[in-house]
């Protein structure tokens, strides 16, 4: 099984400013097949970042997904309103698929 | 549009079952796996499993053997999560999700389930 460490757990941050999330993997991602998702209370999970660095459709590009191997990268380049939440990394390299343990984006 | 609709929240005695469905629209349901996927209140997202639309094979992942049971109705659109000899810590959000890895732009989630477990 790939286990996944997202750090920090929570990232304090005001309105504008840059946040960068990182996913660890504890072996390499193969084909860097590795998504990042945003959740907010009460919704469901919503794709953000597949195959490490394209954005899914309607994503702004504010948001960057980069990294390879064993190490991941979600970028925000301004934060806005919307985007204070829980975002998650999982990979869909191995046939056992995993979830990162989530990072929480708060107003700082 | 394309969505997934899973049914309303369920409160459960220990011991009982629950059905959760999750009905397909806006797609070709055969054209992509139902995967199901647990949250319990306040922490992160577990891969239950999934189940092959075509051939109704269930793949189950450890820790959701045995109780937890994937089926379909393809006449309806319809994916199902049942879960028998309910437990307290069973308490959560099950979701119904499908996409089209390792392509990944097809992503969809169900809004959600929540269950409770409570005597």
Redesign the interface.
């Known amino acids: 099984e790939i286990v996944l460490t997202q750090s920090p757990g929570t990232l304090s941050l005001s309105l504008g400013e840059r946040a960068t999330l990182s996913c660890r993997a504890s072996q390499s991602v193969s ?1 860097n ?1 590795l ?1 990042w ?1 945003q ?1 907010k209370p009460g919704q ?4 953000l970042i ?2 490490a660095s ?1 954005r ?2 309607g994503i702004p590009d504010r948001f960057s997904g980069s990294g390879s191997g064993t190490d991941f990268t979600l970028t925000l380049s301004r934060l806005e309103p919307e985007d204070f939440a829980v975002y ?1 990394c ?1 990979q ?1 390299g191995s046939s ?7 990072t929480k984006v708060e107003i700082k | 549009q394309v969505q997934l609709v899973q049914s309303g929240s369920e409160l459960k005695k220990p011991g009982a079952s629950v059905k959760v469905s999750c009905k397909a629209s806006g797609y070709t349901f055969t054209n992509y796996n139902m995967n199901w996927v647990r949250q319990a209140p306040g922490q ?4 239950m499993g999934w189940i092959n639309v075509n051939t109704g094979n269930p793949t189950y ?1 450890k820790g959701f053997t045995g109780r937890f049971v994937f089926s379909l109705d393809t006449s309806v659109s319809t994916a199902y999560l049942q879960i028998s000899s309910l437990k307290a810590e069973d308490t959560a959000v099950y ?1 119904c999700w499908t996409h089209d ?2 392509r ?2 097809f ?1 969809i ?4 389930t929540m269950v409770t477990v409570s005597s």
């Open positions: 084909s097949y998504a998702y959740q469901a999970p919503r794709l597949y195959g394209s899914a459709t998650y999982q869909y056992l698929l995993t979830f990162g343990g989530g | 992160g997202l577990e891969w992942v979701y890895r390792p990944g732009a992503d989630w169900g809004q959600g």
